[in-house]
């Protein structure tokens, strides 16, 4: 596993400012600093509760990594480690909810007291916050990097803050898996959802069933980036061994992380199916089953039959002995009923029970599932498609589709998970298609567009819900599907730095919450993931249309999308004008400031771009400047898309002129007035 920085890039010069945000993400419930100074050396030591004894030695490597020296470690109560040294601690008594924590930053020591063991450890990942990233670049330079005297009170507003990943379209080997552990500990995120089954790939071992992995495990070809219904040829796969899979539970529980492992059913199988085919829906017509090489929804479904239920009950009794997590996911969603409706087996067992559509199919068995689990002593949770026909009792929801399944089943007095499309698939575009694509094929996503301000925007408890309904919400997820993820790299640059946004919806109160705010505690945050090399995309946010400083622009061409005429104007690099059709000689766009310029000035116009595939240039046009807005001064012509010159003091108008008609459209980046 690659390492991951254990620190924070914060110098004495920003903590002595007390105006500047502690740049810390989630944001902590209270943040009072006191004055002065905590100076950090490689002479810290760590004194900790027994209890404590995992945290503390985690925490141990983290200063080694940043240091090279081992830290002096000592039992509480027993002996001091120095002059200089963390203190961590539990205290139930103390005035602190259920993984809450306090942590006081004075010249002499730092305390961290936890409420239980999870307060502690989250304490201590607010700590690395504070520190620099970088022992081979910062430590040599500081020395001794300085905490400033602080004190924070600190809890979770939800108990499920959680990240899914889907390794069942591209497997993720563990390593990686761990490091995406690392990264939602930082964050204080506490819910690993695995889904580890689908119909390109079943990536668990279950020792009773080998051909899940030797069969099931492999698929002949994938879509290459580019031709969604293409094929590169490539036998592709791989799964997790049980060893494997206890080692990564064991990390994640050691970092105060729940792994809930998915195996999705009855839907979503093909793989399975392939490996089994007795599992499936055999007694209809045409039926022959494979792992899927293509992604979609696939209609190899399991068949609700009694050998299908022992064989869920077999996987399910391996899955619990290596998943200790009180819930199980069974999935349940996007299971087509085309097969259910052609089987003649289908069609006796709802006449024996009583089934009236193929709705009643799936909730009976759905049903079923949940009574193995029940038996195991799990509770079941699925995607809000179990609800059709009819939500088993004891079930929990994930609201995948909206919020509509999520309140309902609040509303009914289900638990529930929110992580709707809208908010929180994190397979969707963090910037424009157009400008992703412009990066290269291996940008391609599933489509939609979720920037991290939308994100952060979500408050995981609606509004349609009371205050007894509300608490049936257990907290909100991210999920990163695996079709456009072919590696490691893919996933972190969709993850981060989302999951930044995500973690403070999870934890802070929604009240104290700012985006501008947040924004600059980002910042730091983007410090520490590229300290760590992680290939995170760039924080994106959605355009507004105005011009920068109140500058109108008037144009005779439509624009396309959101690509308003006055982003040729705004000041962003990341943002600009993209016409609608083909140019017409004297089409134009004009800026009218507002105020005349002051002196001479220098602009310079650069138009086309990576965002259209033949560059939409400006081939023949002039740039021409006005003080009355009627007669018109030629100061440039535009070459291979360019123009620059110098406009005189006292302008009031700079107007981009189409000389000769073109083909193509047109797309203005930002003018430049110097």
């Given at each position: 596993?690659?390492?991951?920085?254990?620190?924070?890039?914060?110098?004495?010069?920003?903590?002595?400012?007390?105006?500047?945000?502690?740049?810390?993400?989630?944001?902590?419930?209270?943040?009072?600093?006191?004055?002065?100074?905590?100076?950090?050396?490689?002479?810290?030591?760590?004194?900790?509760?027994?209890?404590?004894?995992?945290?503390?030695?985690?925490?141990?490597?983290?200063?080694?990594?940043?240091?090279?020296?081992?830290?002096?470690?000592?039992?509480?109560?027993?002996?001091?480690?120095?002059?200089?040294?963390?203190?961590?601690?539990?205290?139930?008594?103390?005035?602190?909810?259920?993984?809450?924590?306090?942590?006081?930053?004075?010249?002499?020591?730092?305390?961290?007291?936890?409420?239980?063991?999870?307060?502690?450890?989250?304490?201590?990942?607010?700590?690395?916050?504070?520190?620099?990233?970088?022992?081979?670049?910062?430590?040599?330079?500081?020395?001794?990097?300085?905490?400033?005297?602080?004190?924070?009170?600190?809890?979770?507003?939800?108990?499920?803050?959680?990240?899914?990943?889907?390794?069942?379209?591209?497997?993720?080997?563990?390593?990686?898996?761990?490091?995406?552990?690392?990264?939602?500990?930082?964050?204080?995120?506490?819910?690993?959802?695995?889904?580890?089954?689908?119909?390109?790939?079943?990536?668990?071992?279950?020792?009773?069933?080998?051909?899940?992995?030797?069969?099931?495990?492999?698929?002949?070809?994938?879509?290459?980036?580019?031709?969604?219904?293409?094929?590169?040829?490539?036998?592709?796969?791989?799964?997790?061994?049980?060893?494997?899979?206890?080692?990564?539970?064991?990390?994640?529980?050691?970092?105060?992380?729940?792994?809930?492992?998915?195996?999705?059913?009855?839907?979503?199988?093909?793989?399975?199916?392939?490996?089994?085919?007795?599992?499936?829906?055999?007694?209809?017509?045409?039926?022959?089953?494979?792992?899927?090489?293509?992604?979609?929804?696939?209609?190899?479904?399991?068949?609700?039959?009694?050998?299908?239920f022992r064989f869920v009950d077999d996987v399910f009794t391996e899955l619990c002995a290596l998943f200790p997590s009180k819930y199980i996911h069974m999935g349940g969603?996007?299971?087509?009923?085309?097969?259910?409706?052609?089987?003649?087996?289908?069609?006796?067992?709802?006449?024996?029970?009583?089934?009236?559509?193929?709705?009643?199919?799936?909730?009976?068995?759905?049903?079923?599932?949940?009574?193995?689990?029940?038996?195991?002593?799990?509770?079941?949770?699925?995607?809000?498609?179990?609800?059709?026909?009819?939500?088993?009792?004891?079930?929990?929801?994930?609201?995948?589709?909206?919020?509509?399944?999520?309140?309902?089943?609040?509303?009914?007095?289900?638990?529930?998970?929110?992580?709707?499309?809208?908010?929180?698939?994190?397979?969707?575009?963090?910037?424009?298609?157009?400008?992703?694509?412009?990066?290269?094929?291996?940008?391609?996503?599933?489509?939609?567009?979720?920037?991290?301000?939308?994100?952060?925007?979500?408050?995981?408890?609606?509004?349609?819900?009371?205050?007894?309904?509300?608490?049936?919400?257990?907290?909100?997820?991210?999920?990163?599907?695996?079709?456009?993820?072919?590696?490691?790299?893919?996933?972190?640059?969709?993850?981060?730095?989302?999951?930044?946004?995500?973690?403070?919806?999870?934890?802070?109160?929604?009240?104290?919450?700012?985006?501008?705010?947040?924004?600059?505690?980002?910042?730091?945050?983007?410090?520490?993931?590229?300290?760590?090399?992680?290939?995170?995309?760039?924080?994106?946010?959605?355009?507004?249309?105005?011009?920068?400083?109140?500058?109108?622009?008037?144009?005779?061409?439509?624009?396309?999308?959101?690509?308003?005429?006055?982003?040729?104007?705004?000041?962003?690099?990341?943002?600009?004008?993209?016409?609608?059709?083909?140019?017409?000689?004297?089409?134009?766009?004009?800026?009218?400031?507002?105020?005349?310029?002051?002196?001479?000035?220098?602009?310079?116009?650069?138009?086309g771009g990576p965002a259209s595939r033949n560059g939409d240039k400006l081939d023949h046009g002039v740039l021409e400047c006005s003080s009355d807005g009627s007669s018109w001064q030629e100061i440039a012509k535009f070459e291979d898309g360019g123009a620059k010159g110098k406009i005189?003091?006292?302008?009031?108008?700079?107007?981009?002129?189409?000389?000769?008609?073109?083909?193509?459209?047109?797309?203005?980046?930002?003018?430049?007035?110097?």
């Amino acid at each position: 596993m690659k390492p991951i920085p254990i620190i924070l890039s914060l110098v004495a010069s920003l903590a002595a400012r007390a105006s500047d945000p502690l740049p810390l993400i989630p944001l902590p419930a209270s943040v009072e600093l006191t004055g002065g100074t905590f100076p950090f050396t490689s002479a810290t030591g760590i004194r900790y509760n027994p209890e404590l004894a995992e945290e503390a030695k985690l925490l141990a490597a983290d200063f080694k990594k940043l240091t090279g020296v081992e830290p002096a470690m000592a039992i509480n109560k027993t002996r001091s480690t120095g002059l200089s040294e963390i203190l961590l601690d539990i205290n139930p008594k103390a005035d602190l909810p259920e993984s809450g924590y306090l942590m006081e930053v004075t010249p002499e020591a730092i305390r961290i007291i936890g409420n239980d063991a999870a307060g502690a450890f989250y304490g201590t990942r607010t700590l690395l916050q504070l520190l620099p990233p970088s022992s081979a670049e910062i430590w040599k330079a500081t020395k001794n990097p300085e905490i400033p005297d602080v004190r924070i009170t600190d809890q979770p507003r939800f108990g499920w803050r959680g990240t899914m990943l889907d390794v069942g379209r591209h497997f993720m080997p563990a390593d990686d898996v761990k490091t995406l552990i690392d990264w939602m500990a930082f964050h204080k995120l506490n819910v690993f959802h695995w889904h580890l089954t689908e119909d390109q790939g079943w990536r668990i071992e279950i020792k009773k069933y080998p051909k899940l992995t030797s069969v099931g495990a492999y698929r002949a070809s994938s879509p290459p980036y580019g031709d969604r219904t293409g094929s590169d040829g490539v036998r592709l796969g791989g799964f997790y061994t049980q060893g494997q899979i206890k080692e990564i539970v064991a990390y994640a529980t050691a970092r105060h992380i729940t792994i809930v492992p998915e195996i999705d059913m009855p839907g979503h199988m093909s793989a399975a199916i392939a490996a089994y085919p007795e599992l499936g829906n055999s007694d209809i017509p045409d039926y022959a089953p494979i792992v899927q090489t293509k992604w979609g929804v696939h209609p190899y479904t399991l068949a609700p039959t009694e050998e299908t239920f022992r064989f869920v009950d077999d996987v399910f009794t391996e899955l619990c002995a290596l998943f200790p997590s009180k819930y199980i996911h069974m999935g349940g969603d996007e299971a087509p009923k085309t097969q259910w409706d052609k089987s003649p087996r289908v069609r006796e067992l709802m006449k024996k029970e009583g089934l009236e559509n193929l709705h009643d199919v799936q909730s009976y068995f759905v049903k079923r599932v949940e009574k193995i689990l029940a038996a195991k002593g799990r509770k079941l949770i699925g995607w809000d498609e179990i609800r059709e026909g009819g939500l088993s009792p004891d079930a929990t929801v994930m609201s995948w589709r909206g919020e509509a399944g999520g309140i309902a089943s609040a509303k009914e007095g289900h638990d529930v998970v929110m992580t709707p499309n809208t908010h929180m698939y994190f397979d969707y575009y963090q910037a424009p298609a157009a400008q992703e694509h412009a990066r290269g094929k291996d940008h391609e996503a599933i489509g939609g567009l979720l920037t991290i301000d939308k994100v952060y925007s979500y408050n995981p408890v609606p509004s349609d819900l009371s205050e007894s309904e509300a608490r049936h919400v257990l907290g909100v997820q991210a999920n990163l599907w695996g079709e456009y993820f072919k590696d490691f790299k893919k996933v972190e640059y969709h993850a981060f730095p989302r999951l930044a946004a995500v973690a403070e919806v999870a934890w802070s109160a929604p009240e104290r919450k700012n985006y501008q705010d947040f924004l600059l505690r980002l910042d730091g945050i983007m410090k520490f993931y590229d300290a760590a090399g992680v290939a995170h995309g760039e924080v994106y946010q959605t355009p507004v249309r105005k011009t920068k400083d109140g500058t109108t622009v008037e144009t005779s061409l439509g624009a396309h999308d959101d690509h308003w005429a006055e982003l040729a104007f705004d000041g962003r690099k990341d943002t600009f004008f993209w016409a609608t059709r083909a140019l017409k000689a004297d089409d134009h766009l004009k800026l009218h400031f507002k105020a005349p310029l002051e002196k001479e000035s220098l602009v310079k116009v650069v138009t086309g771009g990576p965002a259209s595939r033949n560059g939409d240039k400006l081939d023949h046009g002039v740039l021409e400047c006005s003080s009355d807005g009627s007669s018109w001064q030629e100061i440039a012509k535009f070459e291979d898309g360019g123009a620059k010159g110098k406009i005189p003091a006292g302008t009031n108008h700079l107007r981009i002129r189409v000389t000769v008609a073109q083909s193509n459209w047109l797309i203005v980046d930002e003018i430049g007035i110097d």
